[in-house]
């Protein structure tokens, strides 16, 4: 009978403990659930962020992205550059590691922008997020972010 009440007592204990544990934040349960999912929206928003990785991953990508841009039509891609203009295309110019090298992505900026009023100063700092696609001019192709969010850095 002693090893009855004592296998309760310890069942009961554990359950107790399992039940107080990730609630000493005081966070409730539907809170938890819900910082989860706003986390993984975040996470499945951008399919390659560029921001997140080393210089030389960054201009790595950027390469691929440029030699095999099929392969990212669809996916949302979000970089931090250098703005750049030229003949009314809008750039992200993003440097190698060594800052010797740059590869420019157009980008076209979601909304209604004039240049120059709305748009950042040439070579100031932004971070751009949109879907890559491609497009034609005549029955030349080409490739741009498209839709893009703008933020200045």
């Not at 296998?7 to 399992?18: E, H, P, R, W």
């Not at 706003?38 to 921001?51: G, K, R």
């Not at 120059?116 to 741009?144: M, N, R």
Request: aromatic residues 12%.
């Amino acid at each position: 009978m002693k090893k009855i009440i004592a296998v309760i007592l310890a069942f009961t204990f554990v359950l107790l403990c399992s039940s107080c544990k990730g609630s000493e934040k005081g966070e409730t349960a539907a809170e938890k659930n819900t910082s989860a999912k706003a986390a993984e929206a975040v996470q499945t928003a951008v399919d390659i962020d560029l921001t997140k990785m080393s210089s030389t991953m960054v201009y790595s990508e950027v390469s691929n992205i440029m030699s095999e841009p099929d392969k990212y039509v669809g996916k949302t891609i979000r970089a931090k550059g250098s703005f750049s203009e030229n003949e009314g295309y809008y750039f992200i110019v993003i440097n190698d590691a060594t800052a010797c090298c740059q590869k420019g992505l157009e980008f076209i900026w979601a909304g209604d922008h004039s240049f120059p009023a709305d748009y950042p100063e040439e070579w100031s700092e932004i971070e751009v997020s949109g879907t890559f696609e491609s497009y034609f001019e005549g029955t030349k192709q080409y490739y741009h972010i498209n839709n893009a969010q703008l933020t200045t850095v």
